[in-house]
């Protein structure tokens, strides 16, 4: 649902939840919650609009409460985001490297900026099938308008499976 909100659109999103803290694709769950991008829910308690961004809904990231200049992120993979060879598609680690370390950046900006990718790198360690993927994001630069981000993926078992840095730029909004 869009609303104006002072000559900027806001975007609410309507959060699902089940009792396992995944998101629910039905709209008929009991449970639900509006999220606003703001950051502001409307009881007016303080909550991460991070966590709940609509690509993360889609994929099934579940994003950790976490510190400015920090991200955890989980994800669990599985044979639908298989590459013809057999293993989790590249792609969908890279998505889960970008989603931590934007995250991570994200965290340190006040709600008058915003922010976007301009530069990342993802290399792939080791091929997995079926795991719960674990990304741990921390910033390790910001000026006024660049920040550099770094990102490590691990398996169930805590082995490396990607290592990722990114650019990120702070735009006005």
Same mark, same amino acid.
């Given at each position: 649902?869009?609303?104006?909100?002072?000559?900027?659109?806001?975007?609410?999103?309507?959060?699902?939840?089940?009792?396992?803290?995944?998101?629910?694709?039905?709209?008929?769950?009991?449970?639900?919650? !509006?999220?606003?991008?703001?950051?502001?829910?409307?009881?007016?308690?303080?909550?991460? /609009?991070? !966590?709940? /961004?609509?690509?993360?809904?889609?994929?099934?990231?579940?994003?950790?409460?976490?510190?400015?200049?920090? /991200?955890?992120?989980?994800?669990?993979?599985?044979?639908?985001?298989?590459?013809?060879?057999?293993?989790?598609?590249?792609?969908?680690?890279?998505?889960?490297?970008?989603?931590?370390?934007?995250?991570?950046?994200?965290?340190?900006?006040?709600?008058?900026?915003?922010?976007?990718?301009?530069?990342?790198?993802?290399?792939?360690?080791?091929?997995?099938?079926?795991?719960?993927?674990?990304?741990?994001?921390?910033?390790?630069?910001?000026?006024?308008?660049?920040?550099?981000?770094?990102?490590?993926?691990?398996?169930?078992?805590?082995?490396?499976? !990607?290592?990722?840095?990114?650019?990120?730029?702070?735009?006005?909004?």
């Amino acid at each position: 649902m869009q609303q104006p909100s002072g000559g900027r659109e806001q975007i609410t999103y309507a959060l699902l939840t089940t009792g396992t803290g995944t998101s629910a694709t039905e709209q008929d769950q009991e449970s639900n919650t !509006a999220v606003s991008l703001s950051s502001q829910p409307e009881d007016g308690e303080q909550t991460d /609009a991070f !966590a709940w /961004a609509p690509i993360s809904q889609l994929v099934g990231l579940e994003v950790q409460p976490g510190a400015p200049g920090e /991200a955890l992120v989980l994800l669990n993979v599985d044979d639908r985001m298989h590459n013809p060879m057999g293993f989790v598609h590249g792609g969908m680690i890279s998505l889960l490297c970008d989603a931590a370390m934007g995250i991570a950046f994200g965290r340190t900006l006040d709600e008058k900026h915003g922010f976007a990718t301009i530069e990342m790198k993802v290399s792939y360690v080791r091929p997995v099938k079926q795991t719960r993927l674990t990304a741990r994001a921390r910033l390790i630069q910001r000026g006024l308008r660049i920040g550099f981000v770094e990102c490590c993926v691990t398996d169930s078992r805590g082995k490396t499976i !990607a290592t990722a840095s990114c650019s990120c730029t702070v735009n006005t909004l």
